[in-house]
DNA sequence: AAGCTTTGACCTATA
DNA sequence: TTATAGGTCAAAGCT
């Protein structure tokens, strides 16, 4: 994350309001290629005024950054880095919003440093969980991975898991998915903690396809999840995001409605499982 | 029975 | 050329 600035990691998060509040970073944005082609890790950020100083993203950074000083929109905690999704406060209560963006501790001479990687944690589970607030904890829950990832990383197309890795570059296994779609080259790699919590999200290439319906629930993507925390490895994927990752309020509305219906029975199911896998 | 995940082996890119 | 790491394949097992 040496090179990455606050700005292209909030650019290149799909984050929607970005995009209908362009505002929020005093009007800047990233350029648009329209190429289409999905690029993959050769893919570098845009040159930006601050991404330029540091080796690594500091708070000290923000801080001195006229972009988010001058943002009343965004708070930064210093003591947790919490970032709170605040930009949503203008047309719904996102005071819920279940996701923390951080930036990855990285090696400072790290040969990836111009790889944008970014880490999605999920900031209600650590406020919840005291021993989350532990860093270095040797919590372990034991729960498949397509369990943890449906739950927490659903953006509404299908993802076929096809293999999952220990890669050095993490502690976290990442596991590998492709989209089910036919003809559809998106992947998406999810870095999960031990613990459970999905740390990385890493799209690759760009849906060709519309997203799917959601009146009738994938099996397997068990759960319908608002994908504005979900980072893009490619600024096409962002320039993409109408496609992939913009709910329109129609679609927000129906999908809190069933999601709330969904996640008392989900919960149940869950619990069965996991007392079934406990014996 | 179908569709999914798991996981070790294999492939490929890079230093 | 070789070693290493990351990514993918595919058979087996599970739900």
């Given at each position: 994350?040496?090179s990455?600035?606050?700005?292209?990691?909030?650019?290149?998060?799909?984050?929607?309001?970005?995009?209908q509040?362009?505002d929020?970073l005093?009007?800047f944005y990233p350029?648009r290629?329209?190429?289409?082609l999905?690029k993959?890790?050769?893919a570098q950020?845009?040159?930006?005024?601050?991404?330029?100083?540091?080796?690594?993203?500091s708070?000290?950074d923000?801080?001195?950054?006229p972009?988010?000083?001058s943002?009343?929109?965004s708070?930064?905690?210093?003591?947790?880095?919490?970032f709170?999704?605040?930009?949503?406060n203008g047309?719904?209560?996102?005071?819920?919003?279940?996701?923390?963006l951080q930036?990855q501790?990285?090696?400072p001479?790290?040969s990836?440093?111009l790889?944008?990687?970014y880490?999605?944690?999920d900031?209600?589970?650590k406020?919840e969980?005291?021993?989350h607030?532990?860093f270095?904890?040797?919590?372990q829950?034991k729960?498949?991975?397509y369990?943890?990832?449906?739950?927490?990383?659903?953006?509404?197309?299908g993802w076929?898991?096809?293999g999952?890795k220990q890669v050095?570059?993490?502690e976290n296994p990442?596991?590998?998915?492709k989209?089910?779609?036919?003809?559809?080259?998106?992947?998406k790699?999810?870095?999960?903690?031990?613990?459970?919590?999905i740390?990385?999200?890493?799209y690759?290439?760009?849906?060709n396809?519309?997203k799917p319906e959601f009146?009738?629930?994938?099996?397997?993507?068990?759960r319908?999840f608002?994908?504005?925390?979900?980072?893009?490895?490619t600024?096409e994927?962002?320039e993409n995001?109408?496609i992939?990752?913009?709910y329109s309020d129609?679609?927000?509305?129906?999908?809190?409605?069933?999601?709330?219906?969904v996640e008392?029975?989900?919960?149940?199911l869950?619990?069965?499982r996991?007392k079934?896998?406990?014996?």
């Amino acid at each position: 994350m040496s090179s990455t600035s606050f700005t292209d990691l909030l650019a290149s998060s799909g984050v929607d309001c970005y995009e209908q509040n362009e505002d929020f970073l005093g009007g800047f944005y990233p350029e648009r290629t329209g190429s289409g082609l999905p690029k993959f890790k050769t893919a570098q950020p845009p040159p930006l005024p601050i991404s330029q100083a540091s080796h690594g993203f500091s708070f000290s950074d923000l801080l001195d950054s006229p972009l988010l000083l001058s943002s009343s929109h965004s708070l930064i905690s210093p003591t947790t880095g919490a970032f709170p999704y605040q930009c949503f406060n203008g047309t719904n209560n996102h005071s819920d919003f279940p996701w923390q963006l951080q930036t990855q501790p990285q090696q400072p001479n790290a040969s990836s440093a111009l790889q944008e990687t970014y880490a999605v944690q999920d900031l209600q589970k650590k406020q919840e969980d005291p021993v989350h607030r532990e860093f270095g904890s040797d919590r372990q829950v034991k729960v498949p991975s397509y369990m943890v990832v449906s739950r927490n990383s659903n953006d509404g197309y299908g993802w076929k898991k096809y293999g999952q890795k220990q890669v050095k570059k993490s502690e976290n296994p990442r596991s590998y998915f492709k989209c089910t779609y036919p003809n559809c080259v998106s992947k998406k790699i999810v870095e999960t903690a031990s613990d459970g919590q999905i740390t990385e999200i890493i799209y690759k290439g760009s849906h060709n396809h519309p997203k799917p319906e959601f009146t009738k629930r994938p099996s397997g993507s068990r759960r319908m999840f608002n994908t504005s925390s979900v980072v893009s490895e490619t600024h096409e994927q962002s320039e993409n995001s109408s496609i992939s990752f913009e709910y329109s309020d129609l679609e927000q509305k129906s999908f809190k409605s069933e999601y709330g219906e969904v996640e008392e029975e989900e919960e149940q199911l869950e619990i069965k499982r996991l007392k079934r896998e406990g014996e």
